[in-house]
């Protein structure tokens, strides 16, 4: 029972039982005398009372009477007092988060509910309100705001930022933090200046269609866009013209256990909080603010197509393909003038760079191959989500070093293992991991794929990431979380023979340069270790069934990047910090 109907329950039992008492029995007794008419008669009429129309019940009957109704009123109350517990205990288990949520019917209202708190804590629970001026009854059951055309079910999502962002050095990055290249505080004047910006670029409009074909085949499909696409010259100087970009766009089908999904999404490997659900609420990456989440999470938002079979309530196993993109940072040195270098995305997201132009034209030999277990069960009250994923890429390039001129390519494996445990009520573990060789383009494209080695053929880098930390749901309308993360790359290089003058050296060997990534006089471009501390909360300021929720949500992290060389007198490591405050609209 909402806790005003409750109130006004309470309200009427003092008003029926305290007041008649708070007059007293004589009073009670004279005003029953008053209204006291003749009992009827068999006949139909009415006889005159005994006394002549005066009272004929004594005040004990009357006082028998009236403890008799209060017993009846406390039972009630109790009751109530029961039940109003009950459903008090049923809201806190199912509004603490949209992660902690079971998992829903496929093609639910709750699917439309999590779409609106895309990726981040549904911190609050959303109480019962009184009917105010404009609103109903009815309007609170239809939230979140949906319509419906023929048998789609159409449910449209949003919020609005306003985000301040702080970077101890002039990173310039935007909204997603370049860790790769945090400046050194010999690199001027960067590193001798601080940034400050404010931005509405994260503000997420989201669309989500469920369309039941039948009792055993539902259809899904779901659009989000944000506005952190490519920059116009003049986006800061006058008008802010962040450009809209695509986040995820895909359709799904379900029937009976098995599930097909294809478009863009999020990519098979990033860690899940539940199952292998693609909803956003379902997918970790964090609850903070920086569009490049954190500094070792594995992700990718990509094309692609993925089966998904539901075993059993715990057990689900699926396999993708996804899109192939060779990666390999301009830090990386090839050998040969340039020939391979157009071969490989070089990490360039400027419209007007050089790299640009070939970044689309990247040969990939098929797609990536990731294949995913998930496990999600409950041990008492707890939630307890495992998963184990395996990542397969093949790499390829024309090697014109030998003869006759061929192609070259390689295969490289990785792997991943993550866990979500909540260990406390509210209280939750996060640990991710993942290791292998050609996998950097999975870690935030923070480190290369591979190399090629002197000879032209390519050698995969491999490389490692994990992500620890918690999330606590101290209150219903308050989160605190906090994680630590790390990326690490391996030094892959080779030695060149070389006729320069002067005679150069690799690894103290004179007549040879090095070629690779990580070797002795390596640019300070070629990062050994990226490693973050984070920590943050999201506060629910406001929030109404009927008009949405109003957040406060920060963040602060501590960066450190360190290279595989050092030249004398140079620092040994870059480092930053950063501070994310935001406030966000939140639509029903």
């Not at 129309?53 to 009846?72: C, D, F, H, I, W």
């Not at 019917?105 to 999590?114: I, K, N, Q, T």
């Not at 863009?264 to 909080?273: E, H």
């Not at 909360?537 to 957040?551: A, D, I, N, R, V």
Request: net charge neutral; hydrophobic share 40%.
């Amino acid at each position: 029972m909402p806790k005003a109907q409750t109130f006004l329950a309470t309200a009427f039992t003092l008003a029926v039982v305290v007041l008649p008492l708070s007059i007293g029995p004589a009073a009670w007794a004279d005003d029953t005398r008053k209204t006291t008419t003749g009992s009827p008669r068999t006949d139909g009429g009415t006889t005159a009372p005994a006394d002549g129309g005066k009272e004929s019940r004594s005040p004990s009957a009357v006082e028998n009477e009236l403890s008799q109704l209060r017993e009846e009123l406390n039972a009630q109350r109790t009751i109530l007092d029961a039940q109003q517990a009950r459903i008090d205990e049923l809201e806190a288990r199912l509004h603490v988060s949209a992660a902690e949520a079971a998992i829903p019917a496929y093609g639910s209202a709750a699917d439309s509910a999590a779409i609106s708190v895309v990726s981040q804590p549904s911190v609050g629970v959303v109480q019962p309100i009184p009917v105010q001026s404009g609103g109903s009854a009815e309007n609170r059951k239809k939230s979140p705001l949906s319509f419906k055309l023929g048998p789609a079910e159409f449910t449209p999502g949003a919020w609005a930022d306003l985000t301040g962002i702080f970077r101890s050095t002039d990173i310039g990055s935007g909204t997603g933090t370049s860790f790769g290249s945090i400046p050194y505080n010999n690199t001027l004047p960067q590193a001798a200046l601080t940034e400050l910006r404010f931005t509405a670029q994260t503000s997420r409009l989201s669309m989500l269609v469920n369309i039941p074909v039948s009792d055993e085949t539902h259809v899904r499909g779901y659009v989000e866009s944000d506005f952190n696409g490519f920059q116009p010259p003049n986006a800061y100087i006058s008008t802010n013209s962040s450009t809209f970009r695509l986040r995820l766009f895909w359709g799904d089908i379900r029937h009976g256990k098995w599930e097909v999904l294809a478009g863009q999404s999020w990519s098979l490997l990033t860690p899940n909080r539940v199952g292998l659900s693609p909803m956003p609420a379902d997918i970790f990456t964090s609850y903070r603010l920086d569009t490049n989440y954190l500094a070792g999470l594995t992700y990718l938002r990509q094309a692609g197509v993925r089966a998904v079979y539901h075993a059993t309530d715990w057990w689900t196993i699926g396999a993708s393909l996804e899109n192939a993109q060779q990666y390999v940072p301009s830090s990386v040195v090839f050998p040969g003038a340039g020939f391979f270098s157009g071969q490989f995305d070089n990490g360039s997201s400027a419209t007007n760079a050089v790299g640009a132009t070939s970044n689309g034209a990247i040969p990939n030999l098929h797609p990536d191959v990731i294949i995913k277990n998930a496990f999600d069960w409950k041990l008492g009250d707890r939630r307890f989500h495992l998963e184990a994923a395996g990542l397969i890429r093949s790499f390829k390039a024309f090697n014109n070093l030998v003869t006759p001129n061929d192609t070259t390519m390689a295969t490289a494996a990785s792997g991943a293992v993550n866990l979500n445990f909540e260990v406390l009520k509210n209280f939750r573990l996060i640990a991710n991991t993942f290791y292998g060789e050609g996998g950097g383009r999975y870690i935030g494209g923070l480190g290369p794929d591979l190399v090629v080695r002197p000879d032209g053929t390519i050698s995969p880098v491999h490389a490692g990431s994990g992500v620890g930390g918690f999330e606590w749901q101290i209150h219903p309308r308050f989160l605190i979380d906090g994680y630590y993360s790390g990326a690490y790359f391996a030094r892959n290089f080779g030695l060149l023979a070389s006729t320069a003058t002067p005679t150069p050296k690799c690894d103290g060997v004179s007549g040879f340069t090095c070629i690779g990534f990580g070797f002795p006089g390596s640019a300070n471009t070629n990062n050994r270790a990226i490693q973050e501390g984070t920590f943050g909360f999201t506060q629910t300021l406001w929030e109404s069934p009927e008009h949405g929720k109003l957040q406060f949500i920060t963040q602060s992290s501590y960066v450190v990047r360190s290279p595989w060389s050092v030249a004398p007198g140079s620092p040994k490591n870059a480092h930053a910090f950063l501070e994310y405050v935001d406030l966000r609209y939140i639509l029903p």
